[in-house]
């Protein structure tokens, strides 16, 4: 499956600013309220909303509602890919960078 540029970078974007990283990593423990993922922060419940709607936009959190709460749960699938993504450019990279090494050796070599 091939990431697409714009899941891309909405994932990139998302996991660009430290506070949406953190409230992930606060999501590994399992699902949570809006109300106790802010609270850690020094933002307001707004600022941390916004950084949630990012991560939504990313695919990286469900939102449900239950009545007035809203509750999220981690949704690791655009990690999954970003991370076959990066494998697939190393590889891809370490090929070309492999074959650059062998052209320089040859040449020094034809010296």
Do not use: C, Y
């Not at 990593?25 to 309220?33: H, I, M, P, Q, V």
């Not at 990286?60 to 999954?80: F, M, Q, S, Y």
């Amino acid at each position: 499956m091939n990431i697409s540029e714009r899941q891309l970078d909405r994932t990139l974007i998302a996991l660009a600013d430290p506070t949406r990283r953190a409230l992930l990593a606060k999501l590994t423990s399992g699902e949570a309220r809006v109300t106790d993922l802010a609270k850690p922060f020094a933002l307001s419940l707004n600022t941390v909303s916004k950084h949630l709607k990012s991560l939504e936009r990313a695919g990286l959190v469900k939102r449900r509602r239950v009545g007035r709460e809203h509750w999220l749960t981690l949704r690791p699938a655009p990690l999954d890919d970003l991370a076959r993504w990066i494998d697939e450019k190393r590889a891809l990279w370490s090929f070309r960078l492999k074959r650059l090494e062998t052209l320089l050796q040859e040449e020094d070599s034809d010296d």
